[in-house]
């Protein structure tokens, strides 16, 4: 079955420093998330991606993080500038038609979790 | 701003009862998404919800929206340990393209 790859599974880096997490999302899907969930707590919303923009975004998406999809297959979050609140689990997901099509439905990836020191 | 609201936020129950999980959202919205997550993992998907009186049911879970009421339910009927896990509701606002998510109930079924 199709999935969600997600890499690295876990980073640890120091305050200041840049960090990239990758995705690659099922090959045939338009849309594209990244959701983080801080440790016991619920899961937020930080962009979508489509057609090769941003579509939305959430007030934590800040001047500090950037999005990207270098070739057909990898999507990117980019941190810029890492603080010790960022530490969180980031999830990438990917949808074939968007919230509003067909199915509506969601596939998350396992998981990248983000230690900052 | 949508708002979703789950209720309890902890349930501890014992295996072979029945409980029911609430969701509340704040603004209209036809869909509503159900996921599973187990401590350290991803987020599996349950249910999706389409539309008004939509009711879906997998194994012992089984899940209803009601749009007028903007409520959506998690039935669990005869609970076994492995349903042991935090579940989300999620809903979107018209247009948008990103999910809000409840705060999650986290649920315990003991033996």
């Known amino acids: 079955e199709p999935e969600v790859t997600q890499t690295p599974s876990h980073q640890v880096t120091q305050m200041g420093q840049e960090v990239i997490l990758r995705c690659v999302p099922i090959s045939n899907h338009l849309y594209f998330y990244w959701y983080r969930q801080i440790l016991g707590q619920k899961v937020e919303f930080l962009v979508s991606?489509?057609?090769?923009?941003?579509?939305?975004k959430s007030e934590i998406f800040d001047d500090q993080f950037s999005v990207e999809r270098p070739d057909g297959s990898n999507f990117t979050l980019k941190i810029r500038s890492t603080k010790l609140e960022d530490s969180a689990m980031y999830f990438c997901?990917?949808?074939?038609?968007?919230?509003?099509?067909?199915?509506?439905?969601?596939?998350f990836g396992e998981g990248s979790r983000l230690t900052v020191l | 701003e949508l708002k979703v609201e789950q209720n309890p936020l902890f349930l501890s129950m014992q295996e072979g009862k029945n409980y029911t999980i609430y969701c509340n959202y704040s603004t209209t919205s036809d869909r509503l998404y159900w996921y599973r997550q187990d401590p350290g993992k991803s987020l599996e998907s349950l249910f999706v919800l389409l539309s008004n009186g939509a009711v879906k049911q997998e194994g012992r879970l089984m899940a209803s929206l009601d749009t007028k009421a903007r409520l959506s339910t998690l039935h669990i009927t005869a609970a076994v340990h492995d349903l042991s896990a935090t579940y989300f509701c999620a809903s979107f606002g018209w247009g948008a393209q990103k999910l809000v998510f409840g705060q999650g109930t986290r649920l315990t079924i003991n033996p």
């Open positions: 991606f489509y057609n090769n923009e941003i579509s939305e």
């Open positions: 997901a990917s949808s074939e038609w968007g919230l509003t099509g067909g199915t509506g439905e969601l596939f």
